[in-house]
């Protein structure tokens, strides 16, 4: 049986999401809670449900809808990763039909799945984005000595210049936000509201973390946001400020994350998703990480091009170039009300 999901579900649904191989962090029953809370959107959690009433399939569904950017449903927006968690295929494709249904119900133009796996779903399918994937050694000091000379130069040079690496939860999230928000504006792009980084604290208070590196004087210049699912600790939100840029305090701040994953026991370091062969791409491969293939699948209610909104988009060409030179502090207001509906 497919149905909606309900607080009693709550460890339930947990439980299966742990117990699953297939399962992703963005699966955890909390993201509803973020995406709800911070961002207002309306979501549809379903769940597959055996004879026995155990929960053998999973899909979380968010609707976005505005005059932007129109009426559609993603599997999960803002994050890398999500899709459709079942046993086996059977599961899935009534998972997606209901999903379907659903669509087809409050009108939306199209549902986005984010899998991580190749699957024979009968429906379009994007394969431009990879995930980059570090496997980690039980040591740093291992770490340290796989990375080139080059690479390790760059981390010893913001140490040289008195830069230092912290590592915390709510105590760092405003200089966090400085520094995410300004590289936002400066790259185009609207920011998410300091709430929603709030929200994912408090959500997830034992696997949810900032580091910032900090000039001599105390000025954070670098910041990074990460979460741990499993055996995997990533890195879904990470900046530094480009006036800082020569004594490369990002570099520190990488290695710092690193550092804190071997002594934690985690076993694999997921960098996020890139474009093969563009900038982040090679930033992310010069450490070691490995591209594994994304599948972005679309379920489009009256066929046509598959959606496309990414910063790249010739369409949205001006209005970056736009935001580039707003004022930080007016970007910080308007600019949640803007991404909440990108996804």
Same mark, same amino acid.
Request: aromatic share 20%; with cysteine.
């Given at each position: 049986m497919i149905r909606l999901y309900n607080e009693a579900d709550r460890d339930l649904w947990n439980k299966y999401v742990m117990a699953s191989n297939t399962s992703t962090c963005y699966h955890l029953i909390s993201w509803k809670d973020v995406i709800e809370g911070s961002l207002g959107h309306k979501t549809y959690y379903l769940l597959s449900e055996n004879k026995e009433k155990e929960i053998n399939g999973i899909l979380p569904l968010v609707r976005l809808k505005s005059l932007l950017f129109g009426n559609f449903m993603?599997?999960?927006?803002?994050?890398?990763?999500?899709?459709?968690?079942?046993?086996?295929?059977?599961?899935?494709?009534?998972?997606?039909?209901?999903?379907?249904n659903i669509a087809k119900s409050e009108n939306a133009g199209h549902i986005e799945f984010r899998e991580t796996l190749l699957m024979d779903k009968g429906i379009s399918v994007k394969t431009t984005k990879v995930s980059m994937i570090l496997e980690l050694p039980s040591e740093s000091e291992a770490l340290w000595y796989l990375l080139g000379s080059k690479l390790r130069s760059q981390i010893r040079r913001p140490i040289k210049e008195g830069m230092y690496s912290k590592l915390g939860r709510m105590e760092e999230l405003d200089n966090f936000y400085k520094v995410f928000s300004t590289n936002m504006r400066d790259l185009g792009t609207p920011v998410y509201s300091k709430g929603f980084f709030k929200c994912i604290l408090e959500a997830f208070p034992s696997s949810s973390w900032i580091g910032t590196v900090y000039t001599?004087?105390?000025?954070?210049?670098?910041?990074?946001?990460?979460?741990? @699912?499993?055996?995997?600790l990533q890195i879904p939100w990470a900046s530094s400020l480009k006036g800082?840029?020569?004594?490369? +305090?990002?570099? =520190?701040?990488?290695?710092?994350?690193?550092?804190?994953?071997?002594?934690?026991?985690?076993?694999?370091?997921? @960098?996020?998703?890139?474009?093969?062969?563009?900038?982040?791409?090679?930033?992310?491969?010069?450490?070691?990480?490995? +591209?594994?293939? =994304?599948?972005?699948?679309y379920w489009m209610r009256n066929g046509g091009p598959l959606p496309d909104f990414n910063p790249e988009n010739p369409k949205y060409r001006t209005a970056i170039n736009i935001w580039k030179k707003l004022p930080v502090g007016l970007t910080r207001l308007i600019g949640p009300f803007i991404v909440k509906n990108l996804p």
């Open positions: 993603v599997s999960l927006p803002y994050f890398n990763y999500a899709g459709i968690c079942s046993d086996n295929r059977e599961i899935s494709d009534q998972l997606l039909n209901e999903a379907i001599k004087e105390g000025l954070p210049t670098a910041s990074g946001f990460i979460v741990s @699912f499993k055996e995997t800082y840029n020569h004594y490369s +305090p990002n570099m =520190l701040l990488y290695w710092s994350l690193l550092e804190f994953a071997c002594k934690k026991g985690y076993k694999v370091f997921d @960098f996020g998703r890139s474009t093969p062969d563009q900038g982040t791409y090679r930033f992310k491969e010069q450490w070691g990480a490995k +591209p594994v293939q =994304l599948y972005w699948y």
